[in-house]
């Protein structure tokens, strides 16, 4: 019996009926990790110039299905916020999704400095974030805000910035269209994070007791999933009409 309790200890995370942070951590992981192989296999139907966009789709939920691995694990050990985790999952997935973006308006004229742009918006939101949870959590608000701006940088270049104006000026509706979902992804999808950071303590939505962590499981799981869907939709459509007048 010894041998059969150590091999659960370390096996199966102590998951507990009714502790919802963790069934997200479990689900969160299985989702991403399938969402992978999907995105990896699908790349074989799509036309040659897509095929990059369904690799960094796949790579966003793998690299994340990692994360989870490892923040569930350590979730269950210790009933920790897994922030260190977190954050590197985000600071690799984050810029693969503006990379999502260039790939996208690249044909038409879209600019490196343009990705570039968002991936530094992007570190601006996220080294701000990570020093608001965990080196500076006196001043979570001050970094909060700071971390925002980064946020708003990306949402200006998604709806009025250089990423919006060359898929207007693209000659293909699914670049249009998949550019206006992934901005909208960036609009609704992403604002959950910063509810979940607010529920920090000393922060607005402290007093609501919502976990944090929960928070960030469904937003990632929607956004990085979400994204990967959008892209791969409308390299199917793409495909499809390239067959039909080929
Ligand atoms: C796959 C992971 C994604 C898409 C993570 C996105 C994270 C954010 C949009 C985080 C934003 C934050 C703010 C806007 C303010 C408070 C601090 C953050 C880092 C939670």
Redesign the pocket.
Same mark, same amino acid.
């Given at each position: 019996m010894e041998s059969v309790s150590y091999l659960s200890s370390i096996l199966a995370a102590n998951l507990q009926p009714g502790d919802a942070v963790g069934f997200t951590f479990f689900t969160g992981y299985m989702s991403m990790l399938a969402a992978s192989i999907f995105f990896l296999v699908e790349r074989s139907q799509v036309d040659a110039k897509w095929k990059t966009s369904l690799l960094v789709s796949s790579l966003?939920t793998f690299i994340?299905a990692v994360h989870y691995f490892y923040m569930r694990d350590l979730y269950l050990e210790t009933g920790e916020s897994p922030t260190q985790y977190r954050y590197i999952? +985000?600071t690799l997935?984050?810029p693969l999704?503006c990379v999502e973006f260039y790939l996208l308006i690249k044909p038409f004229g879209g600019k490196v400095s343009t990705m570039w742009k968002l991936i530094a918006y992007s570190v601006v939101?996220?080294v701000?974030?990570y020093v608001?949870e965990a080196i500076d959590p006196s001043n979570t608000i001050l970094w909060?805000v700071i971390?925002?701006a980064g946020?708003l940088g990306i949402v200006y270049e998604a709806t009025m910035g250089d990423v919006k104006k060359v898929a207007d000026a693209s000659s293909s509706p699914e670049v249009v269209g998949a550019v206006r979902l992934l901005r909208n992804f960036v609009i609704v999808g +992403?604002a959950i994070?910063?509810i979940?950071?607010m529920c920090m303590e000393g922060n607005l939505l402290a007093s609501t007791g919502w976990n944090l962590d929960l928070i960030y499981n469904i937003?990632?799981a929607i956004?990085?999933i979400g994204f990967g869907l959008v892209v791969y939709s409308a390299a199917m459509t793409a495909t499809a009409k390239s067959k039909a007048t080929a």
């Amino acid at each position: 019996m010894e041998s059969v309790s150590y091999l659960s200890s370390i096996l199966a995370a102590n998951l507990q009926p009714g502790d919802a942070v963790g069934f997200t951590f479990f689900t969160g992981y299985m989702s991403m990790l399938a969402a992978s192989i999907f995105f990896l296999v699908e790349r074989s139907q799509v036309d040659a110039k897509w095929k990059t966009s369904l690799l960094v789709s796949s790579l966003i939920t793998f690299i994340a299905a990692v994360h989870y691995f490892y923040m569930r694990d350590l979730y269950l050990e210790t009933g920790e916020s897994p922030t260190q985790y977190r954050y590197i999952d +985000w600071t690799l997935t984050v810029p693969l999704m503006c990379v999502e973006f260039y790939l996208l308006i690249k044909p038409f004229g879209g600019k490196v400095s343009t990705m570039w742009k968002l991936i530094a918006y992007s570190v601006v939101m996220l080294v701000a974030g990570y020093v608001g949870e965990a080196i500076d959590p006196s001043n979570t608000i001050l970094w909060g805000v700071i971390s925002t701006a980064g946020y708003l940088g990306i949402v200006y270049e998604a709806t009025m910035g250089d990423v919006k104006k060359v898929a207007d000026a693209s000659s293909s509706p699914e670049v249009v269209g998949a550019v206006r979902l992934l901005r909208n992804f960036v609009i609704v999808g +992403w604002a959950i994070y910063p509810i979940g950071y607010m529920c920090m303590e000393g922060n607005l939505l402290a007093s609501t007791g919502w976990n944090l962590d929960l928070i960030y499981n469904i937003a990632d799981a929607i956004n990085k999933i979400g994204f990967g869907l959008v892209v791969y939709s409308a390299a199917m459509t793409a495909t499809a009409k390239s067959k039909a007048t080929a």
